[in-house]
């Protein structure tokens, strides 16, 4: 796991994954989404060509954290077996979260 920087738990972080597993065809990229919405994170999410899911989440540390941990639950669709991740700052730049095709 990637270690979150020096931070208040209310500053705002990205957190961007790459999550290998059995994660295309099992509703993962929407559930994703569905999780992001109840967070209250922007970004979005995405299939990659080699099977695997990518995603940029970005919100409040305290937040990210518990999305970051969600993605490892058994909660989280289909199969996850790894998830390849790093934390930086934020950008602003999305205003909800999506699905990128």
């Known amino acids: 796991m990637a270690e ?11 957190l961007t994954a790459r999550v ?3 994660v295309q065809g099992v509703g993962f990229r929407y559930w994703t989404v569905r999780k992001a919405e109840e967070l209250a994170l922007t970004g979005t999410v995405r299939n990659n060509d080699d099977g695997s ?7 409040p540390q305290a937040v990210v954290l518990e999305f970051r ?17 790093s934390v930086s ?4 730049e999305f205003k909800g979260f999506s699905v990128r095709f």
């Open 69 to 85: 941990e969600w993605l490892r639950s058994p909660e989280a669709p289909g199969r996850v077996e790894t998830v390849e991740e």
């Open 20 to 22: 290998d597993g059995v």
């Open 53 to 59: 899911v990518g995603l940029v989440a970005e919100g």
């Open 89 to 92: 700052a934020a950008t602003g």
């Open 4 to 14: 979150f920087p020096e931070a208040e738990p209310g500053e705002f972080v990205r």
